[in-house]
């Protein structure tokens, strides 16, 4: 899975796949996020939600609404993509 937990200097935190920057404090899952957007393109990234290498809460799509706007894509991009990945909470 693209989106891991991981450590750095005894803290916890997230990272986007094995060669990702480990981002602790409160917000590193929103930092790994955005990164993961930014590699990966909002194309790629949703097809990664689908396929279940991204699994994220209700809470997590308030991270990835910033990473994908971050990324450059309007709100109704932003809007369509949230409708077509809501069935993929966990």
Known sequence: MPLK????????G???GDQGKCY?????KKKA???GVAIEGPEKFSKKVKA???EFTEK?????????????????????????????LK
């Not at 602790?24 to 590193?28: H, R």
């Not at 799509?61 to 990945?85: F, P, Q, S, T």
């Open 5 to 12: 937990k991981c450590s750095e200097d005894k803290n916890s």
């Open 14 to 16: 997230w990272k986007w």
């Open 24 to 28: 602790t404090g409160p917000e590193a």
């Open 33 to 35: 996020i955005r990164q």
């Open 52 to 54: 279940g290498e991204v």
């Open 60 to 88: 997590d799509w308030e991270y990835i609404d910033d990473a994908l706007g971050y990324a450059g894509l309007g709100l109704g991009d932003r809007i369509a993509l949230a409708v077509d990945l809501e069935r993929y």
